[in-house]
């Protein structure tokens, strides 16, 4: 089969093509036809080598999020048959191979059915990020309807689908964003209030949202200052769930709050082999939402599957212009 591989890390001009043996399915997995991918921050940082190359082997096919069509099966699967329409963020991290390839082998418990209404772009757009929005709102926030959520970077990859999460479990949503534009975005996501975090203090939002309260669960999906300001926003004994951790914070308001923190980190299923059935639970129960119109991926541009496609791809994602997901999908 073509895949599409890095032989070291650097800039998007490291990306070629090759061929390598087509997989074979292990007992547990599946062979997925690869119509489609989507581009997460990591996968741009694991290809120039700052972030998440342990185990990392050459050539090495990145990208978590696949879309496609099973081709075979392993040994006791019970739950894909051949044809079957699948999405999961499966691969291209520790040494799995990833979905840039003609063909992925993937675990099935990380697989669900494709929403029936999205194209495999469109689906391929939704697992990295889906999964880690539902962890962070319902697995560690229990988001209920009577929840004054706030998530900071409302149009970014998670932040987009968190938002509409929030809203469909009946939630009062705000979203934090740069601009008036994005503004309008996460309004049309769902968002009933914004903040413009370059030029609204912390504390006037939460006097102007909340009457000076603060939120019941602020969702950070940007890290650094933003997590700093989340624990400002948050309300006393409020809960505040951040997908970037690692870094230097002063957590004097947390403490004088007595606030939760909850860190979300997305691959450790995929990483350390445990639970991964829970994301292969998590997509099913997207699909349902998306299916229901209730969740619909944000796309922001299409490349082509080819090497020049995935060099495309990640220099819009590393432009940091892009609002919603990049998606490489095949003709």
């Known amino acids: 089969m073509r895949a599409i591989v890095i032989q070291r890390h650097g800039s998007t001009e490291v990306f070629e093509d090759t061929e390598i043996a087509d997989p074979q399915p292990r007992p547990g997995y599946v062979i997925v ?6 581009v997460n921050p990591v996968d741009t940082k694991i290809r120039e080598g700052s972030e998440g190359t342990q185990g990392l082997t050459f050539p090495a096919i990145l990208h978590f999020d696949v879309a496609g069509i099973v081709r075979s099966v392993g040994a006791g699967v019970t739950k ?3 044809g079957d329409k699948v999405y999961g963020s499966a691969g291209g991290v520790v040494g799995i ?5 003609d063909q992925m082998e993937a675990d099935a418990d990380l697989l669900a059915l494709m929403p029936s209404s999205l194209s495999f772009g469109e689906a391929a757009a939704v697992p990295l990020v889906g999964i880690t929005a ?5 697995g560690r926030a229990r988001i209920t309807p009577r929840s004054n959520v706030l998530i900071q ?3 970014g990859g998670v932040g987009h689908i968190a938002v509409q999460i929030a809203r469909a479990m009946g939630a009062r ?4 964003v740069s601009t008036p534009e994005k503004g309008d975005v996460a309004r049309g996501l769902g968002a009933e209030e914004i903040i413009l975090y370059p030029s609204e203090a912390p504390e006037d939002a939460v006097q102007r949202i909340t009457a000076g309260d603060g939120f019941d669960i602020v969702f950070d999906t940007v890290g650094g200052s933003s997590l700093q300001s989340a624990l400002k926003l948050a309300r006393m004994k409020g809960h505040v769930v951040t997908i970037i951790g690692y870094d230097t914070y002063d957590l004097t308001d947390m403490h ?4 939760r923190l909850d860190l979300v980190f997305m691959p450790i299923q995929l990483i350390h082999n445990v639970d991964r059935h829970e994301h292969g639970e998590i997509l099913r129960r ?5 299916d229901a119109r209730a969740v619909t991926p944000l796309i922001d541009s299409r490349h082509p599957f080819t090497v020049a496609g995935a060099r495309s791809a990640h220099e819009r994602v590393e432009s940091g212009k892009a609002i919603g997901k990049v998606v490489i999908e095949r003709d």
Do not use: C, N
């Not at 036809?33 to 989507?38: E, F, P, Q, R």
């Open 33 to 38: 036809d690869v119509k489609a991918t989507s």
């Open 134 to 138: 539902w962890e962070a709102l319902v």
């Open 97 to 101: 191979p990833g979905a840039l390839a």
């Open 286 to 290: 997207l699909a349902e939402l998306i």
């Open 80 to 82: 894909f048959r051949p």
């Open 153 to 155: 970077g409302g149009t």
């Open 256 to 259: 004088f709050k007595a606030l």
């Open 173 to 176: 949503v705000t979203a934090a």
